[in-house]
């Protein structure tokens, strides 16, 4: 049954935690993503709800989930990598079923530096307002993408994105009346295999549906081996499911997500700082 209520991020804890189960024990935020939202139900038109639009193209259930999984993770539920994929540790593969009350609890407890809010009592199903630490820099780099790079800019830099990542011969075409095909490259894998490739980029704030997918897909019947649809948004169910459907040419989706874990990978206008942590060992001047 199709749900039409946004859940809250409490009650997304249950069914993220069934997802990677489903997915093998662990998963890149993408493919907990789709399977959470598979799990739970969730109907197009919540899917497509915007957590704010005038910050960047981060859906409303992609926000919960990421505050979701930073409950979790505290909670010694769940971890992640450097490289983006999640998983559950040993204390979450022994449960069957949480309760994610207990856990809210638990986990606002721990913050100790926190001041009571004395003129409103904060509910325990209330989503943060801010996105958790780590994720911050996910919701800037969204605002930098929609508002300071016109398309002609976001398709240049898809085309030194591709070319980074190993893509020959990549060409901006841009030309109108063409379903949307924005350029074309060719993929080599390991020097010997090559495949053509068409693709189409979108600096769009919403998700795209699978009539664009579609569009695109006819547009590129003939002329190519793959298409790869890359958005600064979010792709609907459908989409995804017809990117994939069986017995039509390929289509490889990236959303906002994964481009922005991609801009991070390749050091494209994005840089990870280390900071230097001192730590005073009082062991040692006792041996003096």
């Not at 997304?12 to 998963?27: C, F, I, K, V």
Request: hydrophobic share 35%; aromatic share 6%.
């Amino acid at each position: 049954m199709t749900k039409t209520v946004l859940p809250t991020f409490d009650q997304l804890m249950n069914p993220l935690l069934n997802a990677l189960r489903s997915l093998g024990g662990s998963g890149s935020i993408e493919e907990i993503y789709a399977k959470t939202v598979e799990i739970a139900g969730l109907s197009e038109d919540v899917l497509s709800q915007l957590h704010d639009a005038e910050k960047g193209s981060q859906t409303e259930v992609g926000y919960r989930l990421a505050w979701a999984r930073t409950y979790l993770k505290k909670s010694d539920l769940l971890e992640n990598s450097s490289r983006g994929v999640w998983s559950l540790t040993e204390k979450a593969k022994s449960l069957d079923v949480i309760d994610s009350n207990e856990i809210v609890k638990f986990v606002r407890s721990l913050d100790k530096s926190e001041k009571p809010d004395l003129s409103k009592k904060r509910l325990l199903h209330e989503t943060p307002r801010e996105l958790p630490e780590g994720e911050q820099w996910r919701e800037k780099l969204s605002m930098t993408l929609m508002q300071k790079l016109d398309p002609a800019a976001f398709e240049r830099l898809t085309q030194r994105i591709l070319r980074e990542s190993g893509f020959i011969h990549v060409e901006v075409t841009g030309r109108t009346g063409d379903g949307g095909i924005d350029g074309k490259g060719i993929a080599r894998i390991n020097g010997f295999m090559s495949f053509h490739v068409l693709f189409q980029c979108k600096r769009y704030k919403g998700s795209v549906s699978s009539s664009e997918i579609r569009d695109f897909r006819g547009a590129m019947v003939g002329r190519a081996d793959k298409g790869l649809f890359i958005t600064t948004g979010s792709f609907t169910p459908a989409a995804v499911k017809e990117a994939t459907r069986d017995g039509a040419p390929p289509i490889d989706l990236v959303d906002g997500e994964e481009l922005a874990d991609k801009l991070k990978e390749l050091g494209l206008g994005v840089k990870t700082v280390l900071v230097e942590q001192v730590s005073i060992d009082e062991s040692w001047f006792e041996t003096v």
